[in-house]
T-cell receptor, first 112, second 114 residues
Framework: TQLLEQSPQFLSIQEGENLTVYCNSS?????LQWYRQEPGEGPVLLVT?????EVKKLKRLTFQFGDARKDSSLHITAAQPGDTGLYLC????????????FGDGTTLTVKP | DSGVTQTPKHLITATGQRVTLRCSPR?????VYWYQQSLDQGLQFLIQ???????AKGNILERFSAQQFPDLHSELNLSSLELGDSALYFC?????????????FGEGSRLTVL
């Protein structure tokens, strides 16, 4: 059983469209991260959220942490081809030694 | 550039062989993590070292071992390789002494076992 469930698994949209991807769990996390990974490269950290209900914005990307700290969403406004990649959420549980558990990711393709 | 260096970038070997993957963390980072990424299992945590000591263990096979040296670089040793060990192996490091979950990944080592 995957601790972090990401949806959708695949998403293909046209340039300029908006989209939201989700990261859900039944567990409570002390912090949650979003990463973006391009083919042949390592994941790159985009944001960390730590407070329930927290909203962070990074240019056209908006990240939200659920009130109960069990889920998160990533919203992209006016997607561009450069946003194409694998979006991974990762969480640190309260009780472990800080190791991050990753979801399987959402593969986003933005067509020009 | 994350500042984390992994070598080799690509490695092709045969079943039954042994390989060593090397990682240099970002300057000042004391924690090193190893992850395995395969198509069917995503990013799986293998092991974490902090300042030379093993700190956390994940789904690491007994055929695999790791260590962190006094200069903080780390090596992941994979032995008696099987076809299913073919994957991307990532090293990540984190800000010294903090378990924030904020990881900085290297570019990975792609292992192909034939």
């Amino acid at each position: 059983t995957q601790l972090l469930e990401q949806s959708p698994q695949f998403l293909s949209i046209q340039e300029g469209e908006n989209l939201t991807v989700y990261c859900n769990s039944s567990s409570v996390f002390s912090s949650l991260q979003w990463y973006r990974q391009e083919p042949g490269e390592g994941p790159v950290l985009l944001v960390t959220v730590v407070t329930g209900g927290e909203v962070k914005k990074l240019k056209r990307l908006t990240f939200q942490f659920g009130d109960a700290r069990k889920d998160s969403s990533l919203h992209i406004t006016a997607a561009q081809p450069g946003d194409t990649g694998l979006y991974l959420c990762a969480g640190v549980l309260n009780t472990n030694a800080g190791k991050s558990t990753f979801g399987d990711g959402t593969t986003l393709t933005v067509k020009p | 550039d994350s500042g984390v260096t992994q070598t080799p970038k690509h490695l092709i070997t045969a079943t039954g062989q042994r390989v060593t993957l090397r990682c240099s963390p970002r300057s000042g980072d004391l924690s090193v993590y190893w992850y395995q990424q395969s198509l069917d299992q995503g990013l799986q945590f293998l092991i974490q070292y902090y300042n030379g000591e093993e700190r956390a263990k994940g789904n690491i096979l007994e055929r695999f071992s790791a260590q962190q040296f006094p200069d903080l670089h780390s090596e992941l040793n994979l032995s008696s390789l099987e076809l299913g060990d073919s994957a991307l192996y990532f090293c990540a490091s984190s800000v010294s002494g903090l378990d924030t979950g904020e990881l900085f990944f290297g570019e990975g080592s792609r292992l192909t076992v034939l």
